[in-house]
């Protein structure tokens, strides 16, 4: 007899509020026993994954990115975690333009616009080594097969500097840009799966009413208010042979490990991005310091950078974020 399964999906962004580099916004989904819905991913996979930097021992650390990384740890943290939950469903991933087919994610008429993106490839890991993940990933194959756990997938949807300036010119807010993006991989889970779906989207400024918003992504489901208020909001999405549960959680990523490793994955794709961005402007500008994008540091970084900007004729529209 199959055993009842239901999907426990995160969803979670990177780069909301930066001036430079992409958004990106990624879900990641487990099919986990019915009897095991309600457990913690967590506790789960406790064998292979833990929530803390201390104690972990030999297994591999997934909370929530802001927590995870840092200019000190660099990139390693997310890197390992990453790219092992990849391995683990043996999806080789050794380079950047790789990682991005990967997580469905590789549009090259896109980044061809980019003079800092656009045919540049380069290996992966960057921080860590593949022996390492080699070794989280096995620990984590086991982890899960223990439980009758299968990790499903991870989708990352990035939007670049132009068309990010293009959905806020046309949608006039910059918070509906992040949930429009966010309906296309709910769209997806929706699609992939039938039967029961549990997900977890980590809240987005101060909404706290969803239900227009995904009848609007969701046509076809009947969508249910269970609760709307500051800290969590629950909707029912039910149609023929499946339903789903919604819920934007505020720090979702502290209460979900699907949206942990979500807020993972958007993390390190953007800084992937950054670091591509940063290394264009270094071959031109020396002694530049990198930068990560946001408001303050990148107006610095726009300063030092605006001689050689205009002599190689950057426009606005790919480099600078209109909100």
């Known amino acids: 007899?199959?055993?009842?399964?239901?999907?426990?999906?995160?969803?979670?962004?990177?780069?909301?509020?930066?001036?430079?580099?992409?958004?990106?916004?990624?879900?990641?989904?487990?099919?986990?026993?019915?009897?095991?819905?309600?457990?913690?991913?967590?506790?789960?996979?406790?064998?292979?994954?833990?929530?803390?930097?201390?104690?972990?021992?030999?297994?591999?650390?997934?909370?929530?990115?802001?927590?995870?990384?840092?200019?000190?740890?660099?990139?390693?943290?997310?890197?390992?975690?990453?790219?092992?939950?990849?391995?683990?469903?043996?999806?080789?991933?050794?380079?950047?333009?790789?990682?991005?087919?990967?997580?469905?994610?590789?549009?090259?008429?896109?980044?061809?616009?980019?003079?800092?993106?656009?045919?540049?490839?380069?290996p992966l890991p960057l921080a860590t080594n593949t022996s390492a993940v080699l070794n989280y990933a096995d620990l984590l194959k086991y982890a899960l097969d223990k439980q009758g756990?299968?990790?499903?997938?991870?989708?990352?949807?990035?939007?670049?500097?132009?068309?990010?300036?293009?959905?806020?010119?046309?949608?006039?807010?910059?918070?509906?840009?992040?949930?429009?993006?966010?309906?296309?991989?709910?769209?997806?889970?929706?699609?992939?799966?039938?039967?029961?779906i549990s997900l977890i989207v980590d809240k987005q400024g101060g909404r706290n009413n969803y239900a227009g918003l995904l009848k609007g992504c969701l046509p076809k489901g009947e969508v249910e208010i269970l609760t709307e208020g500051a800290k969590v909001s629950t909707y029912e999405v039910v149609e023929e042979q499946r339903k789903m549960e919604i819920s934007f959680v505020e720090k979702g990523e502290d209460t979900c490990m699907a949206v942990a490793l979500a807020s993972i994955f958007s993390k390190y794709v953007r800084e992937l991005f950054m670091h591509l961005e940063n290394q264009y402007w270094l071959r031109l500008v020396p002694d530049l310091k990198p930068t990560a994008g946001y408001y303050t540091d990148a107006l610095r970084f726009l300063s030092q950078i605006a001689d050689v900007r205009k002599k190689e004729a950057i426009q606005d529209n790919i480099l600078i974020r209109i909100k």
């Not at 806020?168 to 840009?177: A, C, D, E, L, Y």
Request: hydrophobic share 40%; with cysteine; net charge positive.
């Open 149 to 196: 756990v299968k990790f499903c997938y991870a989708s990352t949807c990035v939007v670049t500097v132009q068309e990010f300036n293009e959905q806020v010119r046309v949608t006039g807010n910059k918070s509906v840009v992040l949930f429009n993006t966010c309906a296309a991989l709910i769209s997806r889970l929706w699609n992939n799966f039938k039967g029961n």
């Open 1 to 122: 007899m199959a055993l009842i399964m239901t999907i426990i999906a995160g969803i979670d962004e990177a780069g909301y509020g930066p001036l430079l580099g992409p958004m990106v916004v990624t879900i990641t989904a487990f099919d986990v026993p019915d009897e095991k819905a309600n457990c913690s991913l967590w506790d789960l996979l406790n064998d292979a994954v833990s929530n803390d930097l201390k104690g972990k021992g030999q297994r591999l650390t997934v909370r929530d990115s802001k927590k995870l990384y840092n200019a000190q740890k660099g990139l390693k943290p997310l890197e390992n975690a990453a790219l092992s939950f990849l391995w683990s469903k043996d999806l080789k991933t050794t380079s950047f333009y790789q990682l991005l087919k990967n997580l469905s994610c590789h549009h090259p008429e896109t980044i061809a616009g980019y003079p800092w993106y656009a045919g540049k490839d380069y």
